[in-house]
């Protein structure tokens, strides 16, 4: 499944129908509980899995024998997730490609590299008091894109990094013109450090020679970005190299959570030095901020937009990285599902704001309380209009 470009799902948890192709981006949008998570996770395992299995067994956590097939589903996506999945009516295929699932249980002990890289909503319980979790440290119930994160994030914080303890900011790691919007609108000037405590790491933020800041009394949007950024690092050795190891793809759900809009835009310019590097990313969004970049993007695409203008709209200075950031996202395919109540999963990609279609012009409901505020209160200015004029 190395190179899966289309997943077509029928009777899946809450999806009754869909049908996705993948981009170099692509994103999810939609109501919560709607399945843009439970997607994002088969992609996970379409890719991933012999190598999810060799990493389960590297923990010695066992799922074989009665019922083997509901024990890895609720392995795999979480306790009491296995009813997603029903035999008598479910359906699954991979670049239109028949998969049972139920089959995804059993696999040959094969060595393989994991080829996708999954940043989890619940990435803030990746770190514990300001310390890093390893993949043991969760129950057996825990998700376990959840598990394998916290468990690369704790291999970065305690093994790779050295013993100088700054996490952030790091040359060696980011671009500069990537970095500067990350410290004035996510750490305010603050570093993010690696203190020794009680024979391992943990981290802290602290500006100068002042005391440190334990990770309890950080901002909520703090809280939220550094498993982000850690989970990035993992994605950008610091290295000639572009990529780690034999990573392909990407999934970050919800990577808006806890940030001010110019925060999520720090964020985003990231988000685009994945695809740079050739990372074909996947997220999962319910921030109209994000639609706005894709938005633009193919609108540039479509009208003639230049490197110039792309970095315009993202607030980045001009230079040899950034002007390769900008062609990279302007030759990228971009693609955006909406996720219904009704369970169907449809392509808004257009994102014509004009389209009869409500679901793609309110952008899956992203702007679709805007529209409301903005006519009532053109009504009540009528209105009021009208009563003084008479």
């Not at 979790?133 to 468990?151: I, Q």
């Not at 100088?164 to 570093?191: K, S, V």
């Not at 479509?302 to 990285?321: E, F, I, P, S, Y």
């Amino acid at each position: 499944m190395r190179k899966l470009r289309r997943i077509e799902a029928d009777g899946i948890g809450p999806i009754t129908r869909a049908e996705i192709e993948f981009g170099d981006l692509t994103v999810f949008v939609g109501p919560q509980a709607t399945g843009k998570s439970i997607v994002l996770q088969l992609l996970k395992l379409l890719v991933d899995r012999y190598a999810i299995h060799q990493e389960l067994r590297r923990f010695s956590i066992e799922w074989r024998g009665e019922s083997e097939g509901e024990n890895f589903l609720s392995l795999y996506f979480g306790e009491g997730m296995a009813g997603l999945w029903n035999p008598d009516y479910s359906a699954l295929s991979a670049d239109r490609e028949d998969v049972d699932l139920i089959d995804y249980a059993r696999g040959r002990r094969l060595n393989r590299e994991e080829k996708l890289f999954f940043i989890p909503a619940q990435r803030v319980l990746s770190v514990r008091d300001g310390a890093t979790r390893p993949f043991t440290d969760y129950r057996y119930g825990d998700p376990y894109v959840l598990r394998e994160f916290s468990e690369k994030l704790h291999q970065l914080v305690q093994n790779e990094f050295g013993p100088g303890g700054t996490l952030f900011p790091q040359r060696n790691r980011l671009n500069d013109a990537l970095r500067r919007p990350l410290t004035e609108h996510i750490f305010g000037g603050f570093n993010l450090e690696a203190e020794a405590s009680q024979l391992q790491r943990r981290i802290v933020l602290r500006r100068g020679g002042e005391p440190p800041l334990p990770y309890l009394v950080w901002s909520a949007g703090q809280r939220e970005f550094v498993p982000l950024l850690l989970g990035l690092y993992w994605l950008m050795p610091p290295s000639k190299t572009s990529r780690r190891g034999a990573l392909e793809r990407v999934v970050i759900e919800e990577p808006e959570m806890g940030l001010h809009p110019s925060g999520l835009s720090a964020v985003m310019n990231l988000v685009l030095e994945l695809v740079r590097r050739s990372y074909r990313v996947s997220l999962s969004t319910h921030s109209p901020h994000v639609l706005d970049i894709v938005w633009a993007l193919r609108f540039f695409q479509q009208n003639g937009g230049q490197a110039a203008d792309v970095l315009n709209m993202l607030g980045l200075k001009t230079g040899t990285r950034t002007k390769e950031l900008a062609e990279s996202a302007l030759a990228s395919e971009l693609r955006v599902y909406y996720f219904s109540r009704d369970g169907t999963v449809r392509d808004i990609s257009d994102l014509d704001p004009g389209a009869e279609d409500q679901d793609e012009a309110g952008w899956g409901g992203l702007t679709e309380f805007s529209g409301q505020v903005g006519d009532v209160v053109a009504e009540v200015a009528a209105r009021n209009q009208a009563v003084g004029g008479s």
